[in-house]
């Protein structure tokens, strides 16, 4: 009886333990859970230590709330000029109504990918090869658009969407190459004609300048030359002025005294003419004057 009654009372225990177990529950931060009761939604619950009626009520999913990222496969495009190419992006959004995620669409993931998958297929195939590496913004702001609208009653918002790569075919690759490497040796080319032509503009205008200063001393040093010159004139004009003109005059006069002379014994010069002084007289006559004055 004994062994009977120790036997129940731990089976009791155990039961007691297993729906302890069943009924305490974690919910981790940034997570949130779905509990159902009987197969029904029942509530939502936030993070930390949440208590359940055990065999009644379940929690069938944790959804975290965080923001996340879903990879889109590559897949293949044809663009509006006929081109295939290869795109693939990433989506980031995270979960707004836990409850909406978790009833309104059976697989959120797949939802999402194939919707992704649609949507940048339809607009890669509006736009040209050329729009299409040009426009990545463009594309993530229409895809992100267009996601987040469709999702909205799923309880999700995309906050971004970002085209990883977008891969055209092989042999265009190599044009774009070749040409992107063309326009690169042509813009070393004006490069190196501007450099030159600068080069060739700093040249001539510093012989242009060093001319001009040329020109100018050359200047200076003629005027000062020319100014030296007249100044040279001057002084000998005035020399010749000052000592030559008076000489000159009284060799005139001697030469019209010879010429009278040479028919006349006798000629009368006044005491006060520059012939005396020339013909050595002036003596004479100043000590004639002298004797000739009265004894007092």
Excluded at 19 to 33: E, V
Excluded at 52 to 79: G, H, K, N, W, Y
Aim: net charge positive; glycine share 6%; proline share 2%.
């Amino acid at each position: 009886m004994n062994v009977g009654l120790t036997a129940f009372l731990i089976i009791l225990a155990l039961v007691i333990l297993v729906t302890l177990a069943k009924s305490i529950i974690i919910i981790r931060q940034a997570q949130k859970g779905i509990v159902e009761r009987l197969g029904r939604y029942k509530e939502t619950l936030d993070p930390g230590l949440r208590f359940l009626v055990p065999f009644v009520d379940a929690l069938r999913a944790r959804i975290d709330m965080r923001e996340t990222v879903l990879d889109i496969e590559p897949q293949a495009v044809i663009t509006k000029d006929n081109v295939g190419i290869t795109v693939d992006a990433v989506v980031y959004y995270y979960v707004t109504d836990a409850k909406a995620v978790r009833y309104e669409v059976a697989n959120f993931y797949i939802a999402v990918s194939k919707l992704a998958q649609t949507n940048l297929r339809n607009l890669v195939g509006d736009m040209s090869l050329d729009e299409t590496l040009g426009s990545r913004e463009r594309i993530n702001s229409s895809l992100r658009t267009t996601l987040d609208e469709a999702t909205d009653k799923w309880g999700v918002k995309v906050t971004r969407v970002e085209v990883k790569e977008i891969l055209p075919p092989k042999d265009i690759t190599e044009a774009m190459s070749k040409q992107m490497k063309a326009e690169r040796e042509k813009r070393a080319t004006i490069l190196d004609a501007e450099a030159y032509r600068q080069k060739k503009i700093l040249q001539a205008e510093g012989d242009k300048q060093n001319a001009i200063l040329v020109a100018e001393g050359d200047k200076q040093a003629a005027i000062l030359r020319a100014e030296g010159e007249a100044k040279a004139i001057e002084n000998v004009s005035t020399a010749a002025k000052e000592f030559f003109v008076g000489n000159a005059q009284l060799l005139k006069q001697l030469e019209v005294t010879q010429a009278s002379l040479q028919n006349n014994s006798k000629l009368v010069i006044s005491d006060q003419s520059k012939l005396i002084n020339v013909l050595g007289l002036g003596e004479a006559l100043s000590e004639g004057r002298k004797s000739e004055k009265p004894k007092s």
